[in-house]
């Protein structure tokens, strides 16, 4: 298993459902290292797809570290996008909801 896979797993595992009530989304996440994956939050569920989506609410790229960091809390998101860490297209407002649907 890619290292990248498994900070998705282990995102995808600390999903809480009362955060993303009535969520309907798509995140798209491209790695700078090369890999694609996306998670959709639809109706209280929470899957893990790789690759592209064909149509996501908000498309966030960024490299590996970048993404554990944020993820652990370690860096704050808003920061990172403020810093050029992270590029974001798409409902950028709903990019700044992933520590609270995804805590730590």
């Not at 995808?12 to 994956?37: I, L, T």
């Not at 960024?62 to 990172?80: H, R």
Request: charged content about 30%.
């Amino acid at each position: 298993m890619s290292e990248a896979k498994a900070v998705f797993d282990d995102m995808v595992s600390r999903f809480d459902a009362d955060q993303a009530d009535g969520m309907d989304a798509v995140f798209q996440f491209n790695m700078e290292e090369g890999a694609s994956y996306y998670v959709t939050i639809d109706d209280g569920e929470c899957t893990l797809g790789e690759g592209d989506h064909d149509d996501p609410t908000v498309t966030l790229e960024m490299d590996l570290d970048t993404l554990k960091s944020v993820m652990t809390g370690e860096l704050d998101g808003m920061a990172a996008f403020m810093q050029g860490k992270i590029r974001a297209d798409g409902d950028i407002m709903l990019a700044t909801k992933l520590t609270q649907i995804f805590p730590q």
